[in-house]
């Protein structure tokens, strides 16, 4: 129990003595502005020094008024307002649309940016789904050169990066987490070595290798029975078209183009669209033909859960016939690693 204003004790407030200050966190003014404007899913705390004080600021859920919110910016630009590292989470959910900030902010764990990263990063490629224009691709390779510069940093952060891949293994999220996927064999194939202007290009054709699915009708891609001939053909073109919508956008090149074109192609030649065989398959076809099959078959889907991570990958180095033994044994390397 703390003391109010008046110098009486007050059940508000919290008395430092009785917690450890080291369980709250001071909130800078850049995050600060990163926050809802209306309502935020954490709590916010005034830590008055004078008194050695933890006073409650605001509660969440409630509303923000545009006052109270003048009155947290200037605490924490006077490094005076906290959060509690109980609600880790709820802070995390206010700096998810702020990229920039995020990676920047001392209060987040390099695994709390790779979450952040993954849900930027499926709102931009789902845009582009949708809207493959120049400023969407824009903002694309944007987040491409911060996650290039977070993993090109630290070399850990590719595994954090795996990580959330395998925590949200969800339908929605499939060609993003066999994009992250990618990304992290790539890195573990260079022994981590990896220029950070180099990865961001090459990044941004993992996460662009499935744009071709955007022409195939819904009705062929959500279709539970087994496709028709003239359907089978439609959704094989799908690389293709990929590879021509990239290039409408300027985007060529085979760190960009291969892995579009080739995710569908099997060492052995009997895959598609060109039924390539061996060596003719680039390195970043060959991983992303590994992440994207890895990813289809651990993700969930409705009833049908997706497979053990252990059993998928033990799978693929048995098909050493269609796809790299190199590659996947890097993904059994990652399993070992990585916690989710």
């Known amino acids: 129990m703390g003391l109010d204003n008046s110098g009486r004790k007050s059940v508000n407030a919290v008395d430092a003595d009785e917690i450890n200050i080291e369980e709250y966190n001071q909130v800078d ?11 935020l899913p954490l709590d916010l705390f005034h830590y008055k020094e004078e008194i050695n004080v933890l006073v409650p600021l605001y509660r969440s859920g ?51 940016v790779a979450d952040i990263f993954a849900e930027q990063l499926v709102a931009l490629v789902d845009e582009m789904f949708v809207n493959p224009r120049p400023d969407v691709l824009e903002m694309l390779g944007w987040a491409l050169d911060l996650l290039a510069v977070f993993v090109g940093v630290d070399s850990r952060n590719a595994a954090h990066l795996a990580a959330t891949a395998h925590r949200h293994r969800t339908r929605q999220r499939q060609r993003v987490n066999a994009s992250l996927v990618a990304v992290s064999l790539y890195c573990l194939a260079r022994d981590h ?24 009708s819904r009705l062929v891609t959500d279709k539970c029975q087994q496709l028709r001939p003239d359907e089978k053909r439609r959704m094989q073109e799908h690389s293709r078209q990929g590879v021509e919508i990239v290039n409408r956008l300027g985007l060529t090149g085979p760190e960009i183009e291969d892995p579009i074109m080739q995710h569908h192609e099997r060492l052995d030649g009997s895959g598609y669209p060109a ?59 990652f399993l070992k690693d990585i916690t989710f």
């Open 193 to 216: 070595a990896v220029a950070v202007d180099d990865l961001s290009r090459i990044a941004l054709g993992f996460f662009l290798y499935d744009l071709g699915m955007s022409k195939v």
């Open 275 to 333: 039924k390539l065989k061996g060596s003719a398959i680039g390195e970043l076809g060959r991983i992303m033909a590994v992440a994207d099959s890895y990813m289809a078959m651990i993700t969930d889907r409705p009833h049908c859960p997706g497979r053990d991570p252990a059993e998928a990958a033990a799978e693929l180095i048995r098909k050493d016939r269609a796809y790299d033994s190199d590659v996947s044994r890097g993904l059994v390397t």
């Open 62 to 112: 409630t509303p923000f008024s545009e006052q109270l919110r003048k009155q947290a910016r200037a605490l924490s630009e006077a490094g005076q307002l906290f959060f509690s590292r109980n609600q880790q989470a709820s802070y995390v959910e206010c700096l998810s649309s702020s990229l920039d900030v995020a990676v920047e902010d001392p209060n987040l764990s390099s695994a709390d």
């Open 29 to 39: 003014p850049e995050s600060f502005d990163c926050f809802p404007r209306r309502e």
